[in-house]
Nanobody, 124 residues
Framework: QVQLVESGGGLVQAGGSLRLSCATS????????MGWFRQAPGKEREFVAA????????YYADSVKGRFTISRDNAKNTVYLQMNSLKPEDTAVYYC?????????????????WGPGTQVTVSS
């Protein structure tokens, strides 16, 4: 069992930055590809970014490309999401997830372990 916990969310002004962390307990995440998703009120949960198990390949949603950076430190069992140039439309609950099946990094159905989420609010 992989237990994930996100941290680093909060309230920030537009144009500001936040760094989210996703830490694990129990099994190591070093063999899992990892992803970040977000869900705004009244909307479906959507893909934000993903990273291969080695960290050598990353994927981003078009809406965050060039502003967000996903990274991982397998020695610390932690995945990060650096968010710069934040916009009000980035406001959402952000979830960390471990990919457990399939080859589509963008599909939430391929992620089997999820954290409880952390709130990010960007004010205008």
């Amino acid at each position: 069992q992989v237990q994930l916990v996100e941290s680093g969310g909060g309230l920030v002004q537009a144009g500001g930055s936040l760094r989210l962390s996703c830490a694990t307990s129990g099994r190591t995440i070093s063999t899992y590809a990892m992803g970040w998703f977000r869900q705004a009120p009244g909307k479906e949960r959507e893909f934000v970014a993903a990273i291969s198990w080695s960290g050598g390949t990353t994927y981003y949603a078009d809406s965050v490309k060039g502003r967000f950076t996903i990274s991982r430190d397998n020695a610390k069992n932690t995945v990060y999401l650096q968010m710069n140039s934040l916009k009000p439309e980035d406001t959402a609950v952000y979830y960390c997830a471990a990919k457990t099946r399939g080859t589509n990094y963008f599909a939430r159905e391929t992620y089997g372990y999820w954290g409880p989420g952390t709130q990010v609010t960007v004010s205008s």
